[in-house]
């Protein structure tokens, strides 16, 4: 009799002990964002070879702004971060007949790029490109396409800046 009043004790303490080795999988498996963090970066855009004075040939002038894993926070460098926004500031280039603008972010080690068209000379907040992965190896790049000037080259009157907002 004492051998089958232990069986459903086993099979009890069985079950117990599996859901809590499921519940600790899930907690330790999924994505837990707790932190917010920012990490602002600036850098004057590229001089550009200006053709002509005409409004036919651009010539394109980019800043570039690579997440390194030196920008991370000492012991998340591993920990999944994702993006929460990114605020932009932009230059223009004096004496050139028209600037395009637009911002490109690439998520970690990634070559394929998402783009949004931003103004000369302004700033804002982009929020398209929220909750996609970020971290080291993500980048923005700040193309700016510049037509007509005075030969040989155009150069920014100052620099681009962006401040990325993410979570970990």
């Known amino acids: 009799m004492k051998s089958l009043s232990v069986v459903p004790l086993v099979r009890v303490a069985r079950g117990f002990l599996l859901g809590l080795v499921a519940a600790f999988a899930a907690i330790a498996g999924g994505s837990v964002f707790a932190e917010e963090r920012v990490l602002t970066k600036a850098d ?7 053709l002509s004075m005409s409004d036919v040939y651009p010539g394109t002038g980019f800043s570039t702004f690579n997440v390194l894993s030196t920008d991370m926070p000492a ?3 591993t920990l999944p971060k994702k993006l929460l926004g990114i605020q932009w500031s932009t230059t223009y280039y004096p004496k050139t007949i028209h600037d395009d603008v637009e911002l490109c972010y690439y998520r970690p080690f990634s070559s394929e790029r998402s783009c949004q068209d931003i103004q000369p000379s302004s700033s804002g907040t982009l929020d398209v490109f929220n909750d996609q992965a970020f971290g080291h190896g993500s980048k923005v790049v700040i193309n700016h396409s510049v037509r007509g000037g005075e030969p040989p080259f155009a150069r920014p009157a100052g620099v681009d800046s962006v401040t990325f907002k993410y979570q970990y």
């Open 44 to 50: 004057a855009p590229t001089p550009v070879l200006v």
């Open 75 to 77: 012991g998340t460098l």
